[in-house]
């Protein structure tokens, strides 16, 4: 472990930011389409609609660690991103019409019961963004991991797109 990362978890220990698990919590039931009302309802009960940083683990592994002007709103969205539905006799999710990493990280990897820990910060974006990157580094989520495997594969397979092109150019002339 570096200096800085040292540091950075002592600066946010400091601060009460870590350990995340004394943050107000709840358990939900990702991916379970049977489930959704009462889920949606406790996210409703429970949750603030406030600024703040939001943890969410499942097995006390760390899965995403995320940053909300409207926690109560975010944490919904990721909720609905993990939902099965049925949609013309296929299997889908909420997510499946939104570009980016995080709904295919909700739909795929956090089925199941997993914890939500929020706290609200009310100062400026930026601080919760600091916030968020910090706690991102230090705690380290499985979905930086996740991320950057889709970032690897997509860079592959442009490379591969591009290869394929200039090959059929060629065959072409």
């Known amino acids: 472990m570096s200096a800085i990362h040292t540091a950075s978890k002592r600066f946010l220990q400091e601060l009460g930011f870590l350990p995340y698990k004394k943050w107000p919590q709840l358990r939900l039931e990702h991916a379970n389409a049977r489930e959704t009302k009462s889920e ?8 603030p609609q406030a600024h703040g940083i ?6 006390n592994e760390v899965l995403y660690v995320g940053k909300a002007v409207n926690l109560r709103a975010r944490i919904h969205q ?3 991103s993990s939902v099965f539905v049925e949609r013309d006799g296929r299997k889908g999710s909420a997510g499946d019409q939104e570009n980016g990493d ?13 914890t939500v820990h929020w706290t609200e910060i009310s ?5 919760r963004r600091i916030l968020e990157l910090m706690l991102e580094w230090v705690i380290n989520p499985k979905f930086v991991h996740f991320r950057e495997q889709r970032r690897k594969f997509r860079t592959s397979r442009k490379q591969q797109e591009k290869a394929q092109a200039k090959l059929s150019t060629r065959t072409a002339s």
């Open 123 to 127: 100062e400026h974006e930026n601080a």
């Open 78 to 80: 990721h909720f609905k």
């Open 40 to 47: 949606r309802g406790k996210i409703n009960r429970f949750v």
């Open 102 to 114: 995080w709904p295919a990280f909700f739909r795929d990897q956090c089925a199941g019961p997993v």
């Open 54 to 59: 939001y943890i969410y683990t499942q097995n």
